[in-house]
């Protein structure tokens, strides 16, 4: 199968221009008439997931994050990112990034975190816009808004720890930081996959008791506080972790007859003490 047409299939329901202007969604390194036959799918392109592809003639890496963030003005063997970059090339490996265009759509990793937890979502936490997605089950194209989070609305109170443990357990994580008396009840929740911490005064505004998100800091952490917005930080890896689980299944149903896996690299560059 062509890299264009198996690109061409994923921009249809994850559009790239649904990408912050930051972002470097998209195809980062690439020849768009080569064959693929084999894709590996993973959050992050690491030296170790590089080496695991090559040595199992993947043709095309997709990643969560984006592999070139900023920007490169050369490539040498120098530096990590050029010693990288060399070897997925002359491997003759493609990588394509599904970044924020893809935490912002329908049926994203934001939607696929809340339905983990057999939830469904109510509304969008933060809505940036509507564009056009390609409904594969109509084969017609729709117009809906997207953006970043979800909120769910549960209708009923419960209590916040069980509610988190039952969490941590679908998650397969230990520990976790909170802000916030765990034996409060919560009535809605939201989630902000990765780095969202930013996102609890929205959730203030909002009336959203607890926000599910990474990477909180300090001074977030004491001014979430005050606000009474209980926030659950399951880490940057801990809420992204599910990428390519979230998206394995769409990835087979367009590359019918090409090889799919899930990297086995465990890429979490923390240890818990």
Known sequence: MKLKSILDQINK????????????????????DSDVNKIMLTLEITSDT?????????????????????????????????????????????VYCMHTSYDVAENGLNDYFVKLMSYKPSEILDPVGVAEFYDAATKTTVTKEYGLGRIVRLGEGLRALDFLQNLKAA??????????????????????????????????????????????????????????????DFGHFGTEDIFAESIIDFIRYICEGCEIFKSDIYINPFTNM
């Open 171 to 232: 998650l397969k994580i230990e520990n976790i930081r909170l802000v916030g008396d765990p034996m409060n009840n919560i009535e809605s929740f939201a989630v902000v996959t990765g780095s969202g911490a930013e996102y609890f005064e929205m959730c203030h505004q909002k009336n959203v008791d607890l926000l599910i998100t990474g990477d909180m800091k300090y001074h977030q952490a004491i001014d979430s506080k005050e606000m009474g917005v209980m926030v659950a």
């Open 13 to 32: 329901k994850y559009p790239e221009n649904l990408q912050y202007s930051w972002d470097n969604s998209g195809l980062n390194i690439g020849i768009l």
């Open 50 to 94: 590089v080496d695991e592809a090559v040595k199992k003639g993947v043709d095309l890496i997709i990643s969560h994050h984006p592999f070139m963030f900023s920007k490169v003005n050369q490539i040498t063997n120098k530096d990590l990112k050029g010693k990288l970059i060399y070897k997925l090339i002359k491997n003759d490996i493609n």
